[in-house]
């Protein structure tokens, strides 16, 4: 199945990553691939520690986007294909973990789970073209569930969903000139 987490609000990655741990903790391989972040945060941290969750994070952080340069951000764009690829190719090779057995009556049995995180961000600044996300959408295997995150996907993307989980703010310290803090939003 696809999962998707979107929306303006705070929690996405967070989600995903609870996710991850849920099913790391339950003996499924996992893949949690981020895009556009540095790998700094705390949840990143603590997945590390999971040997069923591998991480896979941008070769090189280029900042935010609104701070790049046209130079930076061809480079950006070059290196998300060659992640989605690389993910695309750890898909194919994902080893399963057969530790629990299911009863006919629970459907497909979910064996991996891959997370791409802020891919959406990535569609949305024309680092991934959208039909290549959809393409590899498409070729996921129905033993492994996909969670994708970001703010604003397609009705393209949302329309290959099987759920979606939409976080609205509806206030944020942010508003009151609190920046992020280490723990809590990152």
Known sequence: ????????????????AGLALRAAGRGR?????????D???????????????????PKKFYGFLSGMTDVQKEKAKEDAGKMLEEIRVKVREMEFRDLYSFLPDEGEPVRGVVILDEVFHAVNAGLIEEEELLDFIREIPP??????TGRDPSEK?????DYISE????????????????????
């Open 157 to 161: 993307l949302l329309a290959e969903a």
């Open 29 to 37: 391989s996992v893949l949690f691939a981020q895009f556009l972040k």
């Open 39 to 57: 790998g700094s945060s705390g949840e990143i941290a603590m997945m590390k520690v999971f040997e069923e969750i591998e991480i896979l994070l």
């Open 167 to 186: 976080i609205i703010s509806r206030k944020h310290p942010y508003e009151k000139g609190v920046s992020a803090r280490e723990g809590i939003e990152y």
């Open 1 to 16: 199945m696809v999962e998707i987490y979107c929306g303006e609000g705070k929690g996405k990655t967070t989600a995903a």
């Open 143 to 148: 033993e492994v569930e996909l969670v994708m």
